[in-house]
């Protein structure tokens, strides 16, 4: 029975760190920012403890698992005053689930490995739902007897996990998910409008053309709510111009050319403006005109 941390109690993290304890049977020692979040995950769960800090945390772990926000939060949680890596244990291995830039997973590994700790960056892909599930998809990168180790773990709330090369390549393919799926986002929006502007059945619509070429597991999870105009499930806007502020730059050292990108994550921007920064991607299609369901209903929160 591995002794294991976990950083972060988010939207994510929280069910993550449950799949991990019902399923590996681990002791766990929980740390939340917020301390009320992992209070409430111990007294959920029945077992665990919870701690001040991430270096309290993780101090005794073989394993310590952190799902926080962005690249600072990550150096916080890592290297600050009160970080995790001030306190594992030689042979030690981190685990990070956030999604984060390529840079960053560098200089964690590279800073691990001065203390003589395994590092894993391990960005996610399936959303809230996927992670409440426990079928995530896992795009991992790092040394590849680290990663041996750690993977038994990571399946316990993950369908699919790869290592796919020394660290950083967990990153770089999380952007490679993101670009393929900015643009696809904006096509489906485009699709739906056009579908009710031109007087069509939109479910008959879906049905029929979710058998063919056109079909995405955006089109069969989202067009609904889409049509709908209702956009509370998970993956926020604000998540995603993170996420496309960090593939652009990666793009822009090694040349690549994202124009479709660049024009969505402008697009999300707009969504930003228009107060929609917590409503989830598929909100993109607020932005095109739509007179033909003017006046139906409209409130993007409602269930
Ligand atoms: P979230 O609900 O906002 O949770 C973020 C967690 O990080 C919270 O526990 C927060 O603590 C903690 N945190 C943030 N900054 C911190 C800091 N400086 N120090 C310590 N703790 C800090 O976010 P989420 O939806 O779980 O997403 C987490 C990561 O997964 C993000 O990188 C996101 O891009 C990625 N991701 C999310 C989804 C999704 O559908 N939500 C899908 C794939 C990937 P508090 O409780 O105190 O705020």
Redesign the pocket.
Known sequence: MAKVAW????????PMAGHLLAKGAHELAV????RA?AEAWVTAHGTGTHHAT?ADAAKNADFVFA????D??LR??TLGPDGAFSAMRRGAIFID????SADVARELSAAAAERGLGFIDA??????A??EAGQLTVMCGGDPTVYRDAEPLILTFAKAARLMGPAGSGQLT?MVNQIAIAGLVQGLSEAIAFAENAGLDVPAVIDTISKGAAQSWQMVNRWETMHARRFDF???VD?MR??LGICLAEARRNGSALPIATTVDGLYAEVQDNGGGRWDTSSLITLLPSPAIQGAKRDPHAK
Request: include cysteine; charge should be positive; aromatic fraction near 10%.
């Open positions: 950083i972060g109690l988010g939207v994510m993290g929280y740390y939340n920012r917020t979040k991430p799902c926080v926000g962005n600072d939060d916080q949680v689930h956030t999604t984060a960005p996610v892909s399936g959303g809230q996927g992670a999380k998970g993956f926020a998540w993170k996420d």
